[in-house]
T-cell receptor, first 117, second 106 residues
Framework: NAGVTQTPKFRILKIGQSMTLQCTQD?????MYWYRQDPGMGLKLIYY???????DKGEVPNGYNVSRSTTEDFPLRLELAAPSQTSVYFC????????????????FGNGTRLTVT | ELKVEQNPLFLSMQEGKNYTIYCNYS?????LYWYRQDPGKSLESLFV?????AVKQEGRLMASLDTKARLSTLHITAAVHDLSATYFC??????FGSGTKLNVKP
């Protein structure tokens, strides 16, 4: 039972480089999210998706892009890496969104630790 | 403007003692989640609180929600070392608090 899988676990980028953080889930969840966690801080929402083909910005979307072509996958793209993007990135999924009467918690991946130098 | 504010941010306590972590939120959603994060690890869901007056308990942890006061509490009863971790509250799935780092000393 894999849950939410993120790759890679660690990555060092040079300023201006690009990369894609991969996220896949096997729970058939419609809702998927990307967060970043800076040292000693809470999580900030970057982008989220309520289903295949639908994405929307969160609190801190600048410098990132996402796509959702399948229910399982939700990759996060950094086009021009900057030192301010050094962080730990978490992908998460849930079976229900916030507009439903019942809700469900987030299931998190193990994170990707990204350093931009 | 902080949408979700936790206090205290750091908490060092002795085993066997009780304490409460507070989570104030200013968002319109009245859904409140609590998560636990061990050092270097991912986040694990603890409680989902969906309505005013909701109370959930699991072992030595009890969470409650007062939507009128926009306040949730996480109460720790007779703390043990295994509870040492960082605890986050979140208003819906969009806004997280900064976390409360709990250290329970033997």
């Amino acid at each position: 039972n894999a849950g939410v899988t993120q790759t890679p676990k660690f990555r060092i980028l040079k300023i201006g480089q690009s990369m894609t953080l991969q996220c896949t889930q096997d729970m058939n969840h419609n809702y998927m999210y990307w967060y970043r966690q800076d040292p000693g801080m809470g999580l900030k929402l970057i982008y989220y998706s309520v289903g295949a083909g639908i994405t929307d910005k969160g609190e801190v979307p600048n410098g990132y892009n996402v796509s959702r072509s399948t229910t399982e996958d939700f990759p996060l793209r950094l086009e021009l890496a900057a030192p301010s993007q050094t962080s730990v990135y978490f992908c998460a999924s849930s079976s229900r969104g916030e507009t439903t009467f019942r809700s469900s918690p987030l299931h998190f991946g193990n994170g990707t630790r990204l350093t931009v130098t | 403007e902080l949408k979700v504010e936790q206090n205290p941010l750091f908490l060092s306590m002795q085993e066997g003692k009780n304490y409460t972590i507070y989570c104030n939120y200013s968002t319109t959603s009245d859904r409140l989640y609590w998560y636990r994060q061990d050092p270097g690890k991912s986040l694990e869901s603890l409680f989902v609180l969906l309505s005013n007056g909701a109370v959930k308990q699991e072992g030595r942890l009890m969470a409650s929600l007062d939507t009128k006061a926009r306040l949730s509490t996480l109460h720790i009863t007779a703390a043990v070392h295994d509870l040492s971790a960082t605890y986050f509250c979140a208003s819906n799935k969009f806004y997280f608090g900064s976390g409360t780092k709990l250290n329970v000393k033997p």
